[in-house]
């Protein structure tokens, strides 16, 4: 089992697959490394080294009372790509997980970095204010965590559908419950902090110092993250690219699975030299 300790002596997995070119993935809000397996074993069969770690408060890493903030978030992430002493990475994230690969750039530099792939991130800024009149007000989300606090097992079981649209692209049942057991199992002090991070912290000003090449992938029918935050991010990324999957939910990366890393493959070229 492999772990590191993190500068405030959080103990935190990783897994580690491989060698060659390094690719590393950040997983979504509540859920842990385990969602990235299929997409880490299709590049690894390619040549390439595939990492990806359990953020504090998941999976199979401690879960401290505190640093479920960005800040810590990337300096976590920061702190595993010394580790293993990562260079020419390229990060792929989902949801939350495009917001710590945010703000790590922001935060660290990109000298590590030759590209990042941000699959459904969040919306660069939920809350409402006079730059985000369209934004929602702060007691909508209070009322979201009350809803979680009071029944997280009925709400996760409530939004499945949308979050998969089995009906339109055969997620099966099976596969639904695998994820609703992984996000059950994440700390529940992480899963509702980690929410109050993701939903009231502005990214627009980080999403513009980043410099690296970007691809920026969205579904035109996700409901967890509207499709717009998908626009706005590509914009806002002087280096983007960005691809819109017709009819695709907030699941992309496994209802369109073979499309999205066909679509990560061709944009990093992956297992070429340099």
Same mark, same amino acid.
């Given at each position: 089992?492999?772990?590191?300790?993190?500068?405030?002596?959080?103990?935190?997995?990783?897994?580690?697959?491989?060698?060659?070119?390094?690719?590393?993935?950040?997983?979504?809000?509540?859920?842990?490394?385990?969602?990235?397996?299929?997409?880490?074993?299709?590049?690894?069969?390619?040549?390439?080294?595939?990492?990806?770690?359990?953020?504090?408060?998941?999976?199979?890493? +401690?879960?401290?009372?505190?640093?479920?903030?960005? +800040?810590?978030?990337?300096?976590?992430?920061?702190?595993?790509?010394?580790?293993?002493?990562?260079?020419?990475?390229?990060?792929?994230?989902?949801?939350?997980?495009?917001?710590?690969?945010?703000?790590?750039?922001?935060?660290?530099?990109?000298?590590?970095?030759?590209?990042?792939?941000?699959?459904?991130?969040?919306?660069?800024?939920?809350?409402?204010?006079?730059?985000?009149?369209?934004?929602?007000?702060?007691?909508?989300?209070?009322?979201?965590?009350?809803?979680?606090?009071?029944?997280?097992?009925? #709400?996760?079981?409530?939004?499945? +559908?949308?979050?998969?649209?089995?009906?339109?692209?055969?997620?099966?049942?099976?596969?639904?419950?695998?994820?609703?057991?992984?996000?059950?199992?994440?700390?529940?002090?992480?899963?509702?902090?980690?929410?109050?991070?993701?939903?009231?912290?502005?990214?627009?000003? #980080?999403?513009?110092?980043?410099?690296?090449?970007?691809?920026?992938?969205?579904?035109?029918?996700?409901?967890?993250?509207?499709?717009?935050?998908?626009?706005?991010?590509?914009?806002?990324?002087?280096?983007?690219?960005?691809?819109?999957?017709?009819?695709?939910?907030?699941?992309?990366?496994?209802?369109?699975?073979?499309?999205?890393?066909?679509?990560?493959?061709?944009?990093?070229?992956?297992?070429?030299?340099?």
């Amino acid at each position: 089992m492999s772990t590191f300790q993190t500068t405030d002596k959080t103990t935190l997995f990783f897994q580690d697959w491989g060698s060659g070119q390094p690719v590393l993935f950040v997983h979504s809000w509540a859920m842990n490394s385990t969602m990235w397996d299929p997409h880490m074993a299709h590049f690894n069969r390619l040549g390439l080294r595939t990492l990806a770690m359990d953020r504090r408060g998941h999976g199979r890493s +401690d879960a401290p009372g505190t640093g479920y903030h960005y +800040d810590r978030l990337a300096d976590d992430l920061a702190e595993l790509i010394e580790h293993c002493d990562l260079h020419n990475l390229t990060l792929v994230g989902h949801s939350m997980g495009c917001a710590e690969i945010v703000r790590y750039l922001a935060r660290h530099g990109a000298s590590r970095i030759a590209r990042v792939v941000l699959i459904a991130p969040v919306m660069p800024c939920f809350l409402k204010s006079a730059s985000n009149p369209d934004g929602v007000e702060m007691n909508v989300i209070e009322g979201l965590q009350e809803v979680l606090r009071k029944d997280f097992p009925k #709400w996760l079981a409530d939004n499945a +559908d949308d979050f998969f649209l089995p009906t339109s692209w055969g997620t099966t049942p099976e596969f639904t419950q695998h994820t609703i057991d992984m996000m059950l199992s994440t700390v529940f002090n992480a899963a509702m902090t980690c929410l109050h991070t993701k939903m009231t912290t502005d990214l627009r000003g #980080w999403l513009a110092e980043i410099t690296v090449p970007a691809l920026v992938i969205h579904g035109d029918r996700d409901v967890s993250e509207p499709v717009e935050g998908g626009r706005l991010t590509a914009q806002l990324i002087r280096n983007s690219q960005y691809r819109e999957y017709a009819g695709a939910p907030h699941g992309i990366y496994h209802t369109h699975m073979s499309q999205v890393l066909g679509d990560i493959l061709h944009f990093a070229e992956l297992g070429k030299a340099g």
